[in-house]
């Protein structure tokens, strides 16, 4: 029977996913959500399931590893993945902002030199600067990165902010948003054609369950 391989996020994720995945009507092994296994399958066995690293999510999907993923749009953004983004899942909301201490509120970066600003997103933070031509060396750092500017790694911080407690807790303002980011599925270009009933099945139900839960249909149409 032809198959379809699901790269999920482990981590912040994953809960709301599998969830999900069971409201459409697949049914998942025991153990998938607490244990360990990195793969498994749907007792249909018509999806298989593997667990990534979020960031990892593009490119198992790119290079056909999986013909499918989850994965938020601020981490598929910073990869340039190309990917078929077919649907927004409505969860996993946050935003990527340039934040600092107050006192960057009344700085023009433009004629600040040597302007450090550390980040888990060097890429969308590059463009970022490029954009607004501000002369900026990033730091690249894979986690905690509201230490930085409370340490003097960096002057300023370009991450994700969901409730705000990281920023306000290390005495942290933000300064702009870049990016509006939520979960999506992703489609790899060539599993598209191929399967291309059995994917868009599977975005269908998920659609249709999404569009339940908001009140209203979010497919997007490319
Ligand atoms: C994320 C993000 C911020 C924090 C924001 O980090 O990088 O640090 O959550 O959430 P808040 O606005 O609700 O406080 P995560 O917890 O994933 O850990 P990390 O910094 O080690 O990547």
Same mark, same amino acid.
């Given at each position: 029977m032809e198959k379809l391989t699901i790269a999920l996020p482990k981590g912040r994720l994953q809960d709301q996913m599998l969830d999900l995945i069971t409201s459409v009507g697949y049914v998942l092994p025991? /153990?998938?959500?607490? /244990?360990?296994? &990195?793969v498994f399958y749907d007792q249909s066995q018509q999806l298989r399931f593997i667990m990534a690293k979020p960031v990892d999510v593009p490119t198992y999907v790119e290079y056909g590893a999986a013909d499918l993923g989850i994965a938020g749009l601020d981490v598929l953004r910073e990869s340039k993945r190309e990917l078929y +983004? !077919? &649907?927004? &899942?409505?969860? /996993?909301k946050c935003r990527l902002v340039l934040a600092g201490p !107050? +006192?960057?509120?009344?700085?023009?970066l433009r004629l600040v030199s040597n302007l450090r600003v550390a980040t888990k997103y060097p890429r969308l933070a590059l463009d970022y600067f490029y954009r607004q031509g501000i002369s900026a060396e990033i730091i690249p750092l894979s /986690?905690?990165? +509201? &230490?930085a500017p409370v340490v003097g790694l960096a002057d300023l911080l370009v991450d994700l902010v969901e409730t705000g407690t990281t920023l306000r807790d290390n005495g942290l303002v933000e300064l702009e948003t870049l990016l509006e980011s939520e979960a999506v599925v992703v489609v790899n270009r060539a599993s598209h054609k191929l399967h291309f009933q059995l994917v868009q099945e599977l975005i269908n139900r998920l659609a249709e369950e999404i569009g339940q839960r908001a009140g209203g249909s979010q497919t997007d149409a490319n």
């Open positions: 025991q /153990g998938a959500l607490t /244990g360990r296994k &990195l +983004e !077919p &649907l927004r &899942l409505g969860f /996993g !107050p +006192e960057a509120r009344n700085r023009n /986690g905690s990165v +509201e &230490l």
